[in-house]
């Protein structure tokens, strides 16, 4: 057995003159096809996720528009829903609302301050809320409170093994839970993006008019100048698609719970962080698409 040496790496040849291959590079060979192996996993997981959960989407509202046509639509059930939602979201929307629409006056007001065009506040602050603030705050509420509440009902529900019993006694889940909540969301989250405009817009006209010397008239006039109705409508479309995005996702991670209690917390958390991660991408597409088609004008 002899050693050769070959600057700062050692091999080791045996009788026959075969070189043992270095230690450290197997290790970073096998820690880069660990690494690989685990992130290609993670996508075609994460992918096969919100298929599956846009697959029961699609059922849901096959379900539903045939449950609305032949009169045995779960109207109770889902204005029970919605006022949970109401519940648990209103409150943090107006305290999402408030500062949301005094920092856009600010960072706004500082600038056209420097070129002298003051009366803009109102256009941009205005803009800015109803076009892109409004329905992310919407969509992170809904994300965070309501998915974080539907995905812990519905995988208590599923441990609890309840689920299996609806399929045993041959009532569909997706027609008994899946379908209300979703109408309860469609129902609220437009509501909730209206009341997040008022608050944000409210706000923002305060700062502009008690700290940044703007007057009201100047401010409601470039606010009225560059703000259409196309623009609100766009923002409730918005909210609609991000409630559904949501609803969907938190009803799907319930209704896959397994594993216990660990199971239900590990399907809230990948319910809120799937939602707003898929929420964020959608509203990037959404922008996209309405800048190239409806650019912003004059009213």
């Known amino acids: 057995m002899c050693s050769k040496s070959y600057g700062t790496v ?21 820690a880069g096809r660990i690494i690989r192996q685990n992130f290609s996993d993670t996508v075609l997981s994460s992918v096969a996720t919100l298929g599956r959960a846009l697959r029961m989407g699609t059922v849901a509202v096959y379900v539903g528009a045939n449950d609305a046509i032949r009169g045995r639509f779960q109207v109770r059930e889902t204005l029970a ?24 006056s600010a960072q706004v007001g500082n600038i056209v301050s420097e070129l002298g065009a003051d009366s ?4 941009a602050g205005g ?7 409004a329905p992310m705050a919407t ?21 609890r093994e309840e689920v ?16 209300p909540r979703i109408a309860a969301m469609m129902l609220v989250a437009p509501l909730l993006n209206i009341l997040i405009i008022f608050v944000g817009i409210s706000s923002g006209f305060v700062v502009a008019v008690s700290a940044l010397d703007v007057t009201p008239g100047s401010y409601w006039q470039s606010f009225g100048s560059f703000t ?19 609803v969907v996702i ?28 898929a929420a964020v991408v959608l509203n990037t597409v959404i922008t996209q698409v309405v800048t190239m088609f409806i650019p912003v004008r004059m009213a």
């Open 228 to 246: 259409t109705s196309t623009d609100v409508w766009v923002s409730l479309v918005k909210a609609l698609m991000f409630g559904f995005l949501v």
């Open 10 to 30: 050692t091999a080791m040849s045996g009788v026959d003159g075969e070189v043992a291959p270095a230690q450290g590079g197997v290790d970073g060979a096998s």
């Open 164 to 179: 299996d019993a609806l399929r045993v006694m041959g009532i569909d889940p997706v027609q008994r839970l899946v379908v």
């Open 120 to 123: 803009m506040i109102g256009a």
């Open 127 to 133: 803009l800015g809320v109803i076009k892109q603030g």
């Open 81 to 104: 829903q919605a006022w949970f939602l109401i519940r648990v979201t209103a409150m943090p929307s107006i305290l999402m609302a408030i500062p949301f629409g005094v920092i856009v």
């Open 250 to 277: 938190a009803c799907q991670r319930g209704l896959e719970a397994k594993g216990g209690p660990r199971g239900v917390a590990d399907g809230v958390n990948a319910a809120v962080v799937m939602s707003i991660a």
């Open 139 to 159: 969509a992170m509420l809904l994300g965070g409170a309501g998915a974080a509440a539907i995905a812990a009902d519905l995988g208590a529900r599923t441990i």
